[in-house]
């Protein structure tokens, strides 16, 4: 197995023309140094190091092996205008990315790159079919110093995360590439350390990859804790996480702060995958009016409040918003959190100032913002090789037609808790339970599942309102199997509330649900009391609390997922084909260049507001 000490040349060519270029102006840096750095400031006009220095971060999250530019409204971002009103603009692709993050290195002598989890994982078909090995080649490339773990690298689980490090050819499939000589090429792995400070063996107690990194350049020294959410087993396939314990986020990060202290590293970065809510979807919206970090809420506004005021800035993912937000600190004092949406749409540039007498960040004059990679500048020749090679091999499969469509079918991209993608895929479901077992009565399917829209627009040369292997595959790209399961009314009606109660009170997470079944969500109240319970009727009949109903799910959801734990208690499971089987094979019969598939209405919960 290759083996990855994570070191490497970085860019040193660009930072030794960057000093030289910026010696020009160190003397107006050294008018701007604080009062206490009178003989540092001195020295800095002599030629020696000056007192502060601008670290630049750069960050994004989220990026989910989408190599390729994002189709539909999953490639876009919501520009806040100067007039206040919004506009979308088509961003992302690594093509782009490469050339933005390298552009803002430019002129940069102190630049590190972070991630905040989940590079990998519910990737399209270029980088999923070959279990991701595309998108940490690329993530090399893109020279980036570091990520922490997300829940969505623990898909195929903790050993498959270990050879994504380390490197090695895949277990069951083997090396996907040959050399020159015609021989097996062996997967090298990440360049870059993956951490995971909140994930530990459940036998050992140990975290199972570094907890913490740090980053050093010419005396300068920063340090980076890693966690993902506490929550990741609720999300997360089970056996993607057996054997794993996953921990308090603030606990844990407060632990590691204090043993990198006492090492003498007083900058700490951390990088959280877990997120919040902002109060506008426009990525340059102003996060802190009226009041620092009151435009954004959920989880991390309590992480962020939590953690030691060591760490002085927080780079956050998961829930794919765009913020930049100052929180306060345990202390009282403001502390950047930012998050750079997903897919490699945006990349967040924060400067973090130095200074080399404390060997801390001053927090005051911390800086930042979130930027599009723009898909009008130059692609990086070598991330378009890089796509290529790979898309060569991925083409027999990736573009072989599934089915029709006559119009867009929003999925990720819906803005309804409902959505049309939503309804084909739960009753793609139940047509493939029903060829098990006919008397499936029902299909639930979980909103986090479904990746993707379906564009009419055609993605290559398929033609437009072509569905190709790949384009579902990016809808559904978990390899969950079909399962059906038998619950009471009771327990059907437990699980919908389960839906906007408990764990998923502050962030609901509503099922989509086949044809026949029907009920009305009132979000006007709260928690449980929002689904009607009265209203629930499956082909016009209320639900019979103490009849039992053949549901079919996929296997995340029959294991709990999602906060759902009522799903996981189902009676006579049966196993059936994997999702994307069935959504390919419903596509195929009930589809046709003559007879396209319409979107579905999405009229199957009535949301009142």
């Known amino acids: ?68 530019p994002p189709a539909g409204s999953s ?49 399209p078909l270029l980088s999923g079919l070959f279990h991701d090995e595309p998108t940490v080649e690329a993530m090399n490339k893109l020279d980036l110093d570091v990520t922490s773990v997300g829940n969505h690298e623990f898909d195929e689980g903790a050993k498959e995360l270990a050879r994504m490090q380390n490197g090695g050819c895949h277990p069951k499939e083997g090396c996907f590439e040959t050399n020159r000589k015609g021989k097996p090429k062996e997967f090298e792995g990440a360049e870059y350390p993956y951490l995971a400070a909140n994930v530990t063996d459940e036998k ?44 308090d986020e603030i606990e844990t990060v407060n632990k590691y702060a204090k043993i990198l202290d006492k090492q003498g590293v007083k900058s700490i970065v951390t990088l959280v995958h877990e997120g919040g809510a902002p109060a506008s979807q426009a990525y340059n919206y102003d996060c802190d009016s009226p009041g620092a970090g009151d435009g954004i809420s959920g989880p991390i506004s309590t992480i962020a409040k939590g953690i030691t005021p060591k760490v002085d ?35 967040t540039d924060t400067t973090l100032t130095y200074d080399r007498k404390t060997k801390d960040i001053v927090r005051t004059s911390v800086k930042s913002a979130n930027h599009v990679v723009s898909r009008e500048q130059a692609k990086a020749p070598d991330m378009t090789s890089l796509i290529s090679r790979w898309d060569k091999l991925a083409a027999p499969v990736a573009n072989k037609p599934v089915g029709y469509i006559s119009a867009d079918i929003p999925g990720r991209g819906a803005t309804t808790p409902e959505s049309p993608l939503g309804d084909l895929i739960a009753d793609a479901q139940l047509a493939h339970a029903k060829a098990l077992d006919p008397e499936a009565d029902l299909a639930l399917m979980n909103p986090g599942g479904i990746r993707s829209d379906i564009v009419f627009k055609a993605s290559g040369s398929e033609g437009d309102g072509v569905v190709t292997y790949g384009e579902a595959f990016t809808v559904q790209p978990f390899s969950n199997t079909v399962n059906l399961v038998d619950l009471t009314g009771a327990q059907l009606v437990t699980a919908l509330k389960q839906q906007v109660s408990g764990a998923n009170q502050a962030s609901p997470k509503i099922l989509q649900v086949s044809d026949g079944l029907t009920y009305t969500l009132d979000m006007t109240k709260s928690g449980a009391d929002r689904v009607v319970a009265e209203s629930i009727k499956l082909n016009g009949k209320a639900l019979d609390p103490a009849a039992t109903y053949r549901v079919a799910l996929n296997s995340f959801l029959a294991g709990g997922g999602d906060g759902l734990p009522e799903l996981g208690k189902g009676a006579k499971p049966l196993v059936g084909a994997d999702d994307l089987k069935a959504f390919n094979d419903y596509l195929s019969a009930n589809s046709s260049a003559d007879k396209p598939i319409a979107p579905p209405k999405a009229n199957r919960i009535t949301v009142v507001k």
């Open 204 to 247: 050992t107690g140990k975290p199972i990859l570094k907890p913490y990194w740090v980053w050093k350049e010419k005396g300068v020294k920063v340090g980076f804790i890693g966690v993902t959410l506490e929550g990741t087993p609720d999300i997360v396939s089970a056996d993607g996480i057996k054997g794993l314990k996953f921990h």
């Open 1 to 68: 197995m290759a083996k990855n000490r994570h070191r490497r040349p970085r860019r040193r060519a660009t930072r030794v023309l960057a000093v030289a270029a910026g010696l020009a102006t160190v003397g107006a840096l050294a008018a701007s140094l604080p009062a206490s750095a009178g003989q540092d400031g001195a020295d800095a006009r002599k030629g020696g190091k000056q007192r502060t220095v601008d670290v630049q971060l750069l960050s994004f999250n989220d990026f989910h092996g989408n190599l390729q």
């Open 75 to 123: 490639g876009q971002v919501t520009e806040k205008q100067a007039d206040g009103s919004e506009k979308k603009v088509d961003a992302g692709g690594v093509e782009y990315l490469a050339t933005s993050l390298r552009t803002a290195r430019k002129g940069k002598p102190y630049s590190v790159t972070a991630a905040a989890g989940d590079l990998i994982g519910a990737s």
């Open 313 to 347: 800035a927080l780079v956050t993912g998961h829930t794919h918003a765009a913020y930049v937000c100052t929180i306060p600190d345990p202390s009282g004092k403001p502390r950047m959190v930012t998050s750079a949406s997903s897919f490699g749409k945006l990349y």
